[in-house]
């Protein structure tokens, strides 16, 4: 069963939108982590935000900002005024134990 | 601080070839990581180490798939024979703790099989 789930394949924008990925997990787990990790072109994987199961309290960090909400099982994340350098492809990952698990990616395009 | 290093970075075999990727790892980092990422997906956790010991290996292909860390740094992933299905982007990522909170990838070996 896929335990991270995004819906969306692929987002284009123009520059200076926002753009919002959403994220649902599943797990049985009460602690557990989730993660946004971003893969440019180049391929490596960059970690870009991390929370808890008893963090619900939803930041701001530069651009990026995220909504986690336990009640929907959603870690969905924002980047505001989106740059070219923002294209890359997006991955949510549940951490349960020492396990990572991801979501098949969210493929996002800005166009100058 | 460097960071985990791959090689090779690209590489080409025909079907029933054998290859070996090998990665070095962040140093002092006692956990180490081999994902496959099958394109279109996002990676999938294939083995473990802490240290030289395997924590994980619940999702490698033990027939054709093989993996060592044996001084508890550097690691060698190894197919043997590759099939069509191989082709994909293997990643390193290592860690200083056994649980996933905190990994850093590498910048992946691309194989592709024909």
């Known amino acids: 069963a896929q335990k991270v789930t995004q819906a969306q394949t692929e987002i284009s924008v123009v520059e200076k939108e926002d753009v919002t990925l959403d994220c649902v997990y599943e797990t049985r787990d009460t602690t557990y982590y989730l993660f946004w990790y971003k893969q440019p072109p180049s391929g490596e994987l960059v970690f870009l935000i991390r929370r808890n199961s008893f963090d619900e309290q939803n930041e701001i960090s530069g651009r990026y900002s995220w909504n986690f909400q336990k009640s929907t099982s959603s870690f969905n994340f924002t980047i505001t005024a989106s740059q070219v350098v923002d294209s890359a492809v997006y991955f949510c990952?549940?951490?349960?134990?020492?396990?990572?698990?991801f979501g098949a990616g969210t493929t996002v395009t800005v166009r100058a | 601080e460097a960071g985990v290093a791959q090689s090779p970075r690209y590489k080409i075999i025909e079907k029933r070839q054998s290859v070996a990727f090998w990665c070095n790892p962040i140093?002092?980092?006692?956990?180490l990581y081999w994902y496959q990422q099958i394109l279109g997906q996002g990676p999938k956790l294939l083995i473990q180490?802490?240290?030289?010991?395997?924590?994980?290996d619940s999702q490698l292909p033990k027939d054709r798939f093989s993996a060592e860390r044996l001084k508890g740094v550097d690691s060698t992933l190894k197919i043997q024979p590759a099939k069509l299905e191989d082709s994909a982007v293997y990643l390193c990522a290592s860690s200083t703790r056994p649980d996933s909170r905190e990994q850093y990838f590498g910048p992946g070996t691309r194989l592709t099989v024909t």
């Open positions: 990952a549940l951490s349960e134990g020492y396990k990572l698990s």
């Open positions: 180490f802490q240290n030289n010991g395997v924590v994980d």
């Open positions: 140093s002092g980092h006692a956990t």
